[in-house]
């Protein structure tokens, strides 16, 4: 028997909303989860239906970046802040080409932005991008559901559709696609290749180095991460060969994060391992830890309820310096905490856990000790976020360094040699 939720709102039936240029009236909508529990509200965004998986992102801010960060795709988005929409959206802020959320939920929608940079209302781009939504919920209610019972498949109903039965509501969302077993970072990268110059970043002077970097349902800021520390990145698609890779000459090797399940994620992981076998210096951050860590022979799972949010605590266990982070991430690794151990793919030798979260135990960063690669589960980029982690991309850099000296060396050697 579903649960029905009432909600504080006047009436369900005709919810007034206000915009900069009007007062509208808001259709009635749904948020219904695949245990039966049902939220009722008001539309938000687009009406319709929207269908995927019920998660939580702690973030006090940054709900733009939130929602235009691909990993989300094809998840229904709670918000654990009250307050959405106040300082609207910008051109300047989005994490990619478009909004990925598959819906999104909010308690208290702002009734108009109040921004310098704002240009428009969130609510009208939902409508414009035809994201569904629902606001009006008791989204600390939602969440506390989430965290004990887990993360699950969910639906979004607004006019019309949530005029359905409570049964025919709860029975779209059980004949949904569950997130085990989704292949969807195909889905989110680009379809064409494509290079972030060093100087269109604030960087003088020649590029240092160059990398090929895998957009799995890479963030916007992370290339421009690299590019302000005078990295040059060519953006590949998902799809990238090793010919592709070699056909830009890159001095290091990179994979984004992503959204879907790891296990899908058989060609990353072969290509990973001509990678390393090749020995370019490799960095992954999310969805490019979790391919690291089955690239060296570990499995994944998947997390009870996952990590989302900017307020994430994490211990480098090299330095026992704690970080706060940003994450999003449902899958993770399945590697030994403690000390160094062999990796099961024994060509790549011996592997630790760098960083751990402080919540979970959950595995958060691998380090290999004899080829030059490493990872991070969380987004150092922190578009929106704190900026604990930017060392990484320098750690990078010093790793691609320490190669390209290593190289020179065995050159120079091999030139003596023939004198």
């Not at 009406?47 to 929602?67: K, N, P, R, S, W």
């Not at 240092?208 to 302000?228: C, N, V, Y």
């Amino acid at each position: 028997m579903p649960i029905v939720e009432s909600n504080n709102v006047t009436d369900p039936n005709a919810v007034k909303t206000e915009t900069p240029a009007t007062a509208t009236v808001s259709a009635p909508a749904a948020l219904v989860l695949e245990d039966g529990r049902i939220f009722r509200g008001a539309s938000y965004g687009a009406t319709g239906t929207a269908l995927g998986e019920a998660v939580f992102a702690t973030g006090m801010t940054g709900y733009q970046e939130t929602i235009t960060d691909p990993s989300y795709a094809r998840q229904l988005v709670v918000q654990t802040a009250p307050h959405i929409g106040n300082t609207g959206v910008n051109a300047d802020d989005a994490e990619s080409r478009r909004i990925w959320v598959a819906g999104y939920i909010v308690r208290d929608a702002a009734r108009r932005p109040s921004n310098w940079r704002s240009e428009r209302s969130l609510d009208e781009e939902l409508i414009e991008q035809g994201i569904v939504g629902i606001q009006g919920v008791d989204t600390r209610a939602i969440t506390r559901h989430l965290r004990e019972h887990k993360t699950m498949r969910a639906g979004i109903f607004s006019g019309d559709a949530a005029r359905a039965t409570d049964k025919e509501l709860v029975d779209s969302v059980l004949a949904s696609a569950p997130m085990e077993g989704s292949r969807l970072a195909e889905e989110v990268s680009v379809d064409a290749a494509y290079t972030v110059e060093p100087k269109d970043h604030g960087w003088d002077g020649e590029p240092r180095f160059s990398i090929a970097a895998i957009d799995l349902g890479i963030k916007r800021m992370t290339p421009i991460r690299f590019a302000e520390r005078g990295i040059r990145v060519h953006v590949l698609p998902a799809t990238a060969t090793l010919a592709d890779v070699r056909a830009v000459n890159p001095d290091g090797f990179f994979m984004s994060n992503g959204p879907g399940d790891p296990a899908t994620a058989d060609n990353q992981v072969k290509l990973l391992r001509s990678v390393l076998d090749a020995k370019i210096p490799y960095f992954g951050i999310c969805f490019g830890n979790q391919i690291l860590g089955r690239a060296l022979g570990f499995g994944t799972y998947k997390l009870r309820y996952g990590h989302r949010g900017l307020n994430q605590p994490v211990m480098d266990r090299r330095t026992g310096k704690v970080e706060i982070t940003s994450q999003n991430h449902g899958f993770a690794v399945d590697a030994p905490l403690d000390g160094a151990t062999q990796a099961p793919e024994e060509r790549y030798g011996r592997v630790e856990v760098s960083h751990v979260s402080l919540n979970d135990d959950v595995v958060e960063g691998l380090s290999c000790l004899d080829i030059p690669a490493f990872s991070v589960q969380y987004h150092p980029e922190a578009a929106a976020g704190p900026h604990d982690a930017a060392y990484l991309f320098d750690r990078f850099i010093d790793l691609m360094a320490d190669a390209a000296t290593v190289t020179k060396t065995a050159t120079d050697s091999k030139t003596e040699d023939k004198k």
